[in-house]
T-cell receptor, first 108, second 113 residues
């Protein structure tokens, strides 16, 4: 059983489209992180959200932490092929657990 | 500053063989982790350590052992390799603050046949 549920599992879109991926849990987290992983490499941190309701922007990426600190979303505006990768969310704690990820493909 | 270094990058084992996956970090981070990633999947926590001399089990510890004798090194041991342990293994290190990133190595791809 996955502590963190990510959806959708796979997403394939055309360049220029917008998309949202989700990370949901029944547990409350002190903070939540989003990572992106490219083939053959380890995940790299994109953002940490700490406060319930917090919204953070990273260029075309917008991250939101749910008010109850149990869920989060990642919205990408005008997706580009360089956004292709596996997007992972992680609940921060001593034993950091990751969701199964959303594999995004952006076609030119 | 190398960050987190894993060796080897690739390894093929026969069923029943043993091996140690090496992980070393030069960031002086207290927290270290071992994850496995099966094809098309996310990361599953095998073991973690909050400091030298302290280790604890994660989600999927069976078939593995770890030790943490120094801050820098966190080796993962497979005693009797099984096909179910075919996976990509990632080591990570972090400072464990609410905003701190985990820094990952580039992984070890292990095949057990």
């Amino acid at each position: 059983t996955q502590l963190l549920e990510q959806s959708p599992q796979f997403l394939s879109i055309q360049e220029g489209e917008n998309l949202t991926v989700y990370c949901n849990s029944s547990s409350v987290f002190s903070s939540l992180q989003w990572y992106r992983q490219e083939p053959g490499e380890g995940p790299v941190l994109l953002v940490t959200v700490v406060t319930g309701g917090e919204v953070k922007k990273l260029k075309r990426l917008t991250f939101q932490f749910g008010d109850a600190r149990k869920d989060s979303s990642l919205h990408i505006t005008a997706a580009q092929p360089g956004d292709t990768g596996l997007y992972l969310c992680a609940g921060v704690g001593a034993n950091m657990r990751f969701g199964a990820g959303t594999r995004l493909t952006v076609k030119p | 500053n190398a960050g987190v270094t894993q060796t080897p990058k690739f390894r093929i084992l026969k069923i029943g063989q043993s091996m140690t996956l090496q992980c070393t970090q030069d960031m002086n981070h207290n927290y270290m982790y071992w994850y496995r990633q099966d094809p098309g999947m996310g990361l599953k926590l095998i073991y973690y350590s909050v400091g030298a001399g302290i280790t604890d089990k994660g989600e999927v510890p069976n078939g593995y052992n770890v030790s943490r004798s120094t801050t820098e090194d966190f080796p993962l041991r497979l005693e009797l390799a099984a096909p179910s342990q075919t996976s990509v293994y990632f080591c990570a290190a972090g400072r464990q603050g609410a905003r701190d990133a985990l820094h990952f190595g580039n992984g070890t791809r292990l095949t057990v046949t």
